[in-house]
């Protein structure tokens, strides 16, 4: 499987962006998908995962309520839109796959990795 992430930008705080992932591969709907990202200085952190039928979600305490993953299986594609967005959402915003059942957060757990997406929120 290999992903490309996009969407990515400058956003004034309490502003939305929906991030996008696109991958390749017939298997893709049988992978559970997530968001993760990593700020500057740190390591990178677990966001959002979804199911491989986008009927189970797990959010990060620091997005939950703001951030929205889903999924379009017909299209392989999984997105991430975060809304009312702060500036320690500033990160480098990666998608992931993983051949497994249960929503991981472990970043050892994914088995393929998109190259990025920078998202800035900064007035």
């Known amino acids: 499987v290999q992903l490309q992430a996009s969407g990515g930008g400058l956003v004034q705080p309490g502003g939305s962006l929906r991030l996008s992932c696109a991958a390749s591969?017939?298997?893709?709907?049988?992978?559970?998908m997530g968001w993760f990202r990593q700020a500057p200085g740190e390591d990178r952190k677990f966001v959002a995962a979804?199911?491989?039928?986008?009927?189970?979600?797990d959010y990060a305490d620091s997005v939950k309520g703001r951030f929205t993953i889903s999924r379009d299986n017909a299209k392989n594609m999984v997105y991430l839109q975060m809304n009312s967005l702060k500036p320690e959402d500033t990160a480098v915003y990666y998608c992931?796959?993983?051949w497994g059942v249960g929503l991981d957060r472990e970043l050892f757990e994914y088995d393929y990795w998109g190259q990025g997406t920078q998202v800035t929120v900064s007035s």
């Open positions: 591969g017939p298997t893709f709907s049988r992978y559970v």
């Open positions: 979804i199911s491989w039928n986008g009927g189970t979600t």
């Open positions: 992931a796959a993983d």
